[in-house]
């Protein structure tokens, strides 16, 4: 009798157990598929690399769904991990790394966003002969691969001058880099750590893109290795940390970076030699390296008004401005940063437009901030809104069909930019669809083994 009552006992747990795992799945189920619903209003899905979920191997674990920093892309339904918010995946592949069985691999959304890239060898040359390209242009996102690609392909070039020593040749460098962004940088860094003889023109500031980005913004979320300087091992890094490294670089008097230096036309001379030309100077070097952003030029909108001067597209510091009327354009990550940054400096009345009913393409910490700053009142958001036209003092903006006129003192525009396709066109760079799933896997597999060497040393450290 006492066994029996034991058994009784025993299952009685056991089912009030599994009857709580039991709501707790299915809480969670309905989770995912109010994501997925969502997910599915944005349907040109993921837009750079992103997971691929083999279902054959996943064991349902869970363990991807926790890790990402974007949020809600992935979730459990029926047991297996799904993609639910594709559209927020910016590529981390810390999914990737997390599963303890190899079921997902990093890939491009599909052939056709790689369709329209230059052509390009797993050593980043382009269809001419020691012209590369590195970084954003080049189809993979991250700084981290910005970084490691310009490492990557100066060690190319010091390979092959080993195996054939160039000629001496005075006023030809060995290397030419466009662009002092994170690739420019690290491909400079790798160049002086070798001896080249080598210069960096940009045609902004140093830090590329990163120097527009506003204060505080998370611009690396896995360490990252730089030439002479060896690993960030902060897992997340702020633009802050990575401008305060730009100015050690630039203290440097081997670092030799022309600003102000837009580069207008390269050509291959029979001899292999590239002269590049500038507005202002022209130079010659053995090899071409193109770190150039995607973004390129801003899009403007072409709405009456847009060449005052106080029509802007790009916030460097935002605390130069306080006590204004602002507004600002769009509803990606850039335009919703610069309004929460701006929102933030005393006496600011800021108002968001965008010109769909809701934000579709924001990372969850920005979808989480913006609410907080709507609820509270810092920034007010016009969603289904345009500009019509700017004037001096104020701007007219069509909401949802009615005409509204408000005082304003800045705006700035955030439409994306226009990508310098043209110019790699001029030049003669082939175009064309490349495996873009091979090179995001095996990108994600090295920073997968990067990682685990890095824990490796440091617990043997401790």
Avoid at 71 to 86: C, P, Q, S
Wanted: proline share 5%.
């Amino acid at each position: 009798m006492d066994s029996v009552i034991t058994i009784v006992i025993a299952v009685v747990v056991c089912l009030f157990f599994l009857r709580g795992y039991l709501k707790t799945l299915k809480k969670r189920e309905e989770a995912a598929r109010k994501s997925a619903e969502k997910g599915n209003l944005f349907s040109e899905g993921p837009r750079s690399q992103h997971p691929h979920i083999d279902t054959n191997y996943c064991i349902g674990c869970a363990t991807c769904t926790t890790v990402c920093p974007e949020g809600d892309v992935l979730a459990m339904l029926g047991g297996k991990a799904v993609i639910v918010n594709g559209y927020k995946c910016i590529g981390h592949s810390l999914c990737a790394e997390a599963c303890p069985v190899g079921a997902i691999t990093m890939v491009m959304a599909t052939p056709s966003m790689g369709a329209d890239m230059p052509y390009m060898t797993p050593e980043y040359e382009t269809s001419i002969e020691n012209l590369f390209i590195i970084g954003e242009l080049g189809g993979l996102a991250l700084i981290k691969n910005a970084v490691n690609q310009g490492r990557e392909c100066v060690d190319t070039l010091i390979r092959r001058r080993a195996a054939t020593p160039p000629p001496a040749q005075p006023g030809v460098y060995d290397l030419l880099i466009v662009g002092a962004g994170p690739a420019g940088i690290s491909a400079s860094l790798r160049a002086i750590e070798n001896k080249l003889n080598y210069v960096t023109l940009e045609q902004d500031e140093i830090g590329g893109t990163v120097a527009k980005y506003p204060r505080q913004k998370l611009v690396m979320t896995s360490p990252v290795e730089f030439p002479m300087y060896g690993k960030f091992k902060k897992t997340e890094l702020s633009k802050e940390n990575l401008l305060a490294f730009w100015d050690m670089v630039l203290n440097r008097s081997d670092f030799h970076c022309v600003t102000s230096e837009k580069v207008e036309h390269i050509a291959n001379g029979e001899d292999g030699i590239f002269t590049v030309k500038s507005a202002n100077n022209q130079y010659q070097a053995r090899a071409v390296i193109l770190a150039l952003g995607k973004t390129g030029t801003p899009r403007k909108l072409g709405v009456v008004g847009e060449e005052l001067p106080k029509v802007m597209y790009r916030l460097i510091e935002a605390d130069h401005y306080v006590n204004k009327k602002i507004l600002v354009v769009g509803g990606g990550d850039s335009a919703v940063e610069a309004a929460m940054g701006l929102a933030n400096q005393a006496g600011n009345k800021v108002t968001l437009c965008y010109r769909s009913p809701q934000f579709s393409r924001i990372k969850e910490r920005n979808a989480k901030r913006i609410e907080d700053c709507m609820r509270s009142g810092k920034v007010e958001v016009l969603f289904e809104t345009n500009p019509k036209e700017f004037k001096p003092e104020s701007v007219v903006l069509d909401v949802k069909g009615q005409v509204r006129e408000i005082p304003n003192d800045f705006v700035w525009i955030f439409a994306g930019g226009i990508p310098p396709f043209d110019f790699l066109k001029k030049i003669g760079i082939q175009f064309g669809i490349r495996d873009m799933t091979l090179e995001a896997s095996n990108e994600a597999k090295k920073e997968a083994q990067e990682k685990r060497e890095l824990a490796k040393a440091g617990s043997a450290t401790v």
